[in-house]
C-alpha cells in the first residue's frame, strides 16, 4: 500500500501561483511513477502532469504545459506541482496518484494509488 496526502491548495487570483506538495508512505516511493490528475465539479477527473521514478521524464497536459511544473524529491518521498499564471479554468480538486507503469500514463485506470485531494480555486 501506498498512501498519499496532498498539501498546499487555496484560493488565490488569476495570474497568482501556488506549489501543492504530495507525501507518500508506504512502500518504496522511488519504484512508482507519479501524476497529478484535477477534478472540477460535474467534470471527470483530467489528466495534469506526471513524473518517472526517477524524475527524469515529465509529461503535461495541454492545457498546463508552460505553465505548472511537476517535480520530485525521493528522499523526501515527495512530489510536487508548481502553478504559475493560474486561470479560473483550473479550479479544481487536485488529486495526486501512483502508477507502478514504467512511463507515467494520463489515463487515471492505470494508476494504483490516490490521494484524497486539496481544492484549488483561483478567482478572476
Known amino acids: 500500500q501506498v498512501q498519499l496526502v496532498e498539501s498546499g491548495g487555496g484560493l488565490v487570483q488569476a495570474g497568482g501561483s501556488l506549489r501543492l506538495s504530495c507525501a507518500a508512505s508506504?512502500?518504496?516511493?522511488?519504484?512508482?511513477?507519479m501524476g497529478w490528475f484535477r477534478q472540477a465539479p460535474g467534470k471527470e477527473r483530467e489528466f495534469v502532469a506526471a513524473i518517472s521514478w526517477s524524475g527524469g521524464n515529465t509529461y503535461y497536459a495541454a492545457s498546463v504545459k508552460g505553465r505548472f511544473t511537476i517535480s520530485r524529491d525521493n528522499a523526501k518521498n515527495t512530489v510536487y506541482l508548481q502553478m504559475n499564471s493560474l486561470k479560473p479554468e483550473d479550479t479544481a480538486v487536485y488529486i495526486c496518484?501512483?502508477?507502478?507503469?514504467?512511463?507515467?500514463?494520463?489515463?487515471?485506470?492505470?494508476?494504483?494509488?490516490w490521494g484524497r485531494g486539496t481544492q484549488v480555486t483561483v478567482s478572476s
Open positions: 496518484a501512483a502508477t507502478a507503469v514504467t512511463t507515467p500514463p494520463d489515463a487515471p485506470d492505470e494508476y494504483n494509488y
Open positions: 508506504g512502500r518504496t516511493f522511488r519504484n512508482y511513477g
